[in-house]
């Protein structure tokens, strides 16, 4: 069941969103060669509690850290390490917070130090394909117009979709109904109403679109070794369009 949510509903996941968007943009400056994630963890948590609000990820189902930290061939839920950032790499963030009894998600893929250009080309389709998605998240349209805007874009550009991991709707819970591939045909599935909010979030491989799990039963990595990158908001359908909670204006 989709859960819809009411005009005061939205406004308080604003203000998660918020909190989501700005702990990223802090962040997002911290990533440069030498520090590790272990560190940004740390940092990430931090800043969850000096907003009072709760890290959403840290113990749900049994993740041990408070952001996911998916660095080059790995595609999403990276456990933080003391491994030190390099020259050339890319690292996907991923955070989200409970505040006042609503979450707020969202995710960014950041260059460390100086990528090249092909690994430039990923970042700027996969953040692209991202609003060509969100763009369709408007009343009257159906769930999988999203999805296949998002495919459409990424493969006429040479990179490929992953297709085991999803974005979903969110609210009072991290995960809720519906799930949200990043692949498929239009016009299918439910037809979009305001009140709807969906954390959508394109994943991106430079090479196969195939993907595994490591053994700590988390990580995700590319089967064949290519970078990976991952942008993900927070949206909410209204009569007047798409409403992303997580940017900052």
């Excluded at 130090?113 to 092909?118: D, K, P, T, Y």
């Excluded at 495919?151 to 969110?170: A, M």
């Excluded at 305001?194 to 954390?199: L, N, S």
Aim: aromatic share 6%; proline share 5%; with cysteine.
């Amino acid at each position: 069941m989709i859960i819809l949510k009411s005009s005061r509903e939205i406004e308080r996941m604003r203000v998660s969103c918020r909190i989501v968007a700005e702990v990223l943009a802090f962040l997002k400056e911290q990533v440069l060669p030498g520090i590790t994630t272990n560190d940004l963890d740390a940092l990430a948590a931090h800043a969850a509690k000096k907003h009072k609000a709760k890290a959403a990820f840290k113990g749900y189902m049994s993740y041990p850290s408070s952001l996911c930290c998916s660095p080059n061939e790995q595609v999403v839920h990276g456990i933080p390490n003391s491994t030190p950032l390099k020259n050339g790499d890319i690292l996907s963030l991923d955070f989200g917070i409970l505040y006042d009894d609503f979450y707020g998600d969202a995710a960014i893929t950041v260059p460390v130090g100086v990528v090249n250009e092909s690994v430039q080309s990923l970042l700027k389709v996969t953040e692209e394909s991202l609003h060509q998605g969100i763009m369709k998240a408007i009343p009257g349209a159906r769930l999988s117009d999203i999805s296949f805007a998002i495919q459409k874009y990424v493969e006429t550009r040479g990179f490929s979709v992953v297709r085991e991991f999803v974005g979903h709707g969110i609210g009072r819970s991290l995960h809720e109904e519906p799930q949200i591939p990043n692949f498929g045909l239009p016009g299918k599935g439910v037809k979009l109403k305001p009140g709807m909010v969906f954390a959508i979030e394109p994943m991106i491989n430079e090479k196969s679109h195939e993907v595994e799990i490591l053994n700590d039963g988390w990580t995700v990595v590319t089967k064949d070794g290519g970078y990976s990158a991952h942008f993900e908001h927070t949206v909410a359908i209204t009569e007047n369009g798409p409403d992303i909670l997580t940017q900052i204006i």
